[in-house]
């Protein structure tokens, strides 16, 4: 039973880094988006391809 604590736990610490990368990724992207002259738009399409989403997306 401990050990299937530890994975667990192991797991959800990966999540929550992943998560964590990812609102990083989003706060770049909207902080670039706010930056840019007006008539100028990424959108979303970067962060997307960054993180390998587009097939699902």
């Known amino acids: 039973m401990l050990s299937r604590v530890g994975e667990t736990l192991y797991w959800v610490s990966r999540y929550i880094e992943r ?3 990812i609102a990083r990724l989003i706060n770049v992207n909207n902080m670039l988006m706010m930056d840019l002259p007006k008539g100028v738009s ?6 997307i391809d960054i993180i390998g989403a587009r097939q699902s997306y």
């Open 42 to 47: 990424t959108g979303w399409e970067p962060l």
């Open 19 to 21: 998560a964590e990368n």
